[in-house]
């Protein structure tokens, strides 16, 4: 059961008061760092690798937004896999687990032709898999498999590995050490040009939750171009309802790979 911790912000705004600007020297970790898993991370919670998470919000598809409701378990550093219900109509299940995409969408039980397949489908579930570090900020901390490079006071990006695929994270913190932003590059055709790049994607966050001594982003906004030039797609409203940690990774991996929810016609993919 979630604790009853909640910490609301604005999602372009920054905390008030100040804070001394602390320089980062040789052989010591950014400052920003220290900010973020101050805030985040409990005693208890410094250990947790991943996450079991419940979900509900309203999801686009075209230009209308349907209620949905999911499901999610995630181990940041190794994958996920996750089931989204949409409108009671529409059923997305897919993973990412050691450099290979796996999904299955149908729509009043018959399997719609998938969108992306092969090395396209894991290239663009990488995304999501680095984008849930947000809900395990233990992954994140200074090691020497997670890089931290500052841009500025607020601003860093995380470079670390899932599955032994590379990814990056760019986090902006308020002035308290929370995330107000979180971003990566998702490889996508966003405007329906035809063709798939790699396009800044993530979470506009708008309200932070406490969860067995882990806060985290528990409302926000899923999309396209949050924080880059061009013409912003909004694609997922979220608020996480249910969160508990994960202290140990061998069940979890397991729970992942099994795929028996999604026994045929699907969409695979890996990345080579």
Do not use: K
């Amino acid at each position: 059961m979630e604790e009853d911790v909640m910490v609301a912000t604005d999602a372009r705004g920054t905390d008030p008061g100040t804070m001394p600007v602390l320089e980062d020297g040789p052989g010591t970790h950014p400052a920003i760092a220290a900010r973020l898993l101050e805030r985040s991370l409990a005693p208890s919670a410094r250990d947790v690798v991943g996450a079991r998470l419940r979900t509900r919000g309203v999801a686009r598809i075209g230009r209308a937004w349907w209620p949905y409701r999911g499901h999610e378990v995630t181990l940041p550093r190794h994958g996920y896999f996750r089931e989204l219900r949409v409108a009671g109509v529409l059923r997305v299940v897919d993973s990412w687990v050691a450099g290979r995409a796996r999904r299955r969408t149908t729509l009043l039980g018959r399997c719609l032709h998938p969108a992306l397949v092969g090395p396209d489908l894991a290239r663009a579930d990488l995304a999501h898999a680095a984008l849930s570090a947000m809900w395990v900020p233990s992954v994140l901390q200074p090691s020497e498999s997670v890089c931290w490079s500052v841009e500025d006071r607020d601003t860093a990006a995380v470079a670390f590995d899932v599955a032994g695929t590379a990814a990056r994270l760019r986090l902006t913190l308020h002035r308290g050490g929370l995330p107000r932003r979180v971003t990566t590059a998702r490889w996508g055709d966003p405007d329906g040009s035809g063709f798939f790049r790699d396009v800044p994607f993530g979470v506009e966050v708008l309200e932070h939750r406490t969860f067995h001594g882990l806060t985290v982003p528990s409302t926000g906004v899923l999309g396209w171009r949050l924080d880059s030039p061009g013409p912003v797609r909004e694609v997922l409203r979220f608020q996480i309802t249910d969160l508990e940690p994960v202290h140990a990774t061998g069940p979890v991996l397991g729970e992942m790979c099994d795929l028996d929810a999604v026994p045929d016609d699907i969409a695979e993919g890996e990345i080579g």
